[in-house]
């Protein structure tokens, strides 16, 4: 079955060659040009009555009802758990933190490449295509191959990013891996932002799992990376 991409774009002659490049790529394509739209796509109370679930989102920031921030935002809270790119001319540091910081995967600023884009799309999905058993430590569970995190029988809800980090970090358990590698097998090889991506990411994750109740720790080393560690269960 192809991946579904939903492109949320209202600028017809950005919107429509895009459409068009995704579809001889093979992506079963969805277009909305509004953000009211998009989340009616993604919220899976609503996305549950459709034949497939969307995998990538391509969202324009600059939508003429609600901002692209706050349907990234809105999504991740309804509990979307697929992979955002954000597309937009707002292509500042700041900017790009903050689009994590929502929710996004990834940020590419306009104008930009058609093969450039394909490439991250291909990148989101990389980790849909290995089918994996499951990663397993006491009460947390990491299921690859549906890209889902449980802790006992409750899914903790996670990003495209964040499940990445999570998965290389529990398949190095106890060990330190460095920012570096990090960096260079949950990011894409063209990502040209700032490493504070990979720190928000971590921050947002250790959050997640801390509220699901997870007692293993995600633990900075300095200057060299981060381990995941078993946490004091008796405590």
């Not at 192809?2 to 950005?14: F, N, P, S, T, Y």
């Not at 609503?46 to 995998?55: E, F, G, I, Q, T």
């Not at 990234?72 to 900017?95: K, N, Q």
């Amino acid at each position: 079955m192809a991946h579904r991409v939903l492109v949320v774009e209202d600028e017809e002659d950005i919107a429509l060659p895009l459409v068009r490049t995704l579809e001889r790529e093979g992506y079963d394509v969805t277009r909305v040009d509004s953000g009211l739209d998009a989340l009616d796509h993604l919220d899976p109370a609503v996305a549950s009555r459709r034949v497939s679930p969307v995998d990538v989102v391509i969202l324009d920031l600059g939508l003429p009802d609600i901002d692209g921030l706050d349907v990234c935002r809105r999504a991740r809270t309804a509990g979307y758990t697929g992979a955002i790119m954000i597309v937009t001319a707002r292509a500042g540091e700041l900017d790009r933190v903050v689009g994590l910081d929502y929710g996004a995967d990834d940020y590419l600023a306009k104008p930009f490449g058609l093969a450039e884009l394909l490439a991250r799309v291909r990148a989101l999905l990389r980790r849909t295509a290995t089918m994996a058993p499951p990663l397993q430590e006491g009460a947390l569970r990491i299921d690859i191959a549906a890209h889902r995190v449980y802790v006992g029988e409750n899914q903790v809800s996670l990003t495209g990013k964040e499940f990445d980090v999570l998965t290389v970090l529990a398949a190095q358990r106890d060990r330190v891996v460095s920012r570096d590698r990090l960096m260079s097998e949950v990011w894409d090889a063209n990502w040209y932002g700032s490493t504070k991506t990979l720190d928000v990411t971590i921050g947002r994750l250790r959050n997640k799992l801390d509220a699901a109740g997870v007692t293993d720790k995600v633990v900075a080393v300095r200057g060299v990376g981060f381990r995941l560690e078993a946490g004091n269960r008796d405590a």
